[in-house]
């Protein structure tokens, strides 16, 4: 089973619509993040979280939110899509321990279209 | 403000080493080097990191200049699966978590 899992893997959705991309990890990790790709870019934070209660805006949170349910759960909501939001979206986890702080592990991937 | 600097593109012969350079002429002293690597439309993947030293693991070895303004991501026997967008990062690594990546080094490894 996969460590990192996100769902839907892809989505097509209309402008305006309401979404929501989940991500779950079972890798025990307090860190999560959502970043988004665009087509031969490099990936962009969107947002993170050090804790339940700890969300913080990344470098392009504009038209997004976020939701730390559990440890293991966070997600990345579009309250009112738009076609500039079609993308690739991955959600990554990383640890505290001094080995797997160097490294984050990302999910497969959400690839979302908005028309 | 990019930090690295790499090239767009470089092609390599499958069995041969890979070479994979990164500028990073303005790295601070607590600036670590990283490598990850996307096989295509997937997750990126963590490749290695160092600081000063060079470090080896079973997946690559990191060549970091004295100067530490240039490093080489070495891939001693490239294979088709290598095939894949490598991005070299800096960053602290206890405080900043964040992940900044450029556009990265497309590798096609050719039969």
Redesign the interface.
């Known amino acids: 089973d996969a460590d ?1 899992t996100q769902t839907p893997r892809n989505r097509i959705t209309k402008t305006g619509k309401r979404i929501m991309l989940e991500c779950s990890q079972t890798k025990g990790h307090d ?1 999560m ?1 959502w ?1 988004r790709q665009d087509p ?6 969107i947002y ?1 979280s ?1 804790d339940v209660k700890d969300i913080n805006k ?1 470098e392009i949170s504009d038209g997004y939110s976020v939701s730390r349910q559990a440890q293991a759960k966070f997600s990345l909501s579009l309250e009112s899509a738009i076609p500039n939001q079609t993308a ?1 979206y ?1 959600c ?1 986890t ?1 640890g505290e321990t001094s080995s797997s ?9 959400t ?1 979302l279209t908005v028309l | 403000d990019a930090k690295t600097t790499q090239p767009p593109s470089m092609d390599c012969a499958e069995g041969r080493a890979a070479n994979l350079p990164c500028n990073h002429s303005t790295i601070s002293g607590n600036e670590y080097v990283y490598w990850y690597r996307q096989i295509h439309s997937q997750g990126p993947q963590y490749i290695i990191h160092g600081l000063k030293n060079n470090e080896t693991n079973e997946m690559a070895s990191l060549i970091i200049t004295e100067d530490r303004k240039s490093s080489t991501l070495i891939l001693p026997h490239a294979t088709l699966r290598d095939t894949a967008v490598y991005y070299c990062i800096v960053r602290v690594a206890t405080y900043d978590y964040k992940l900044s990546f450029g556009a990265g080094t497309t590798v096609t490894v050719r039969a």
């Open positions: 990192v860190r993040y970043y031969g870019l490099g990936l962009r934070l993170y050090f990344g690739l991955f990554a990383s702080y160097n490294e984050q592990f990302f999910g497969p991937g690839r």
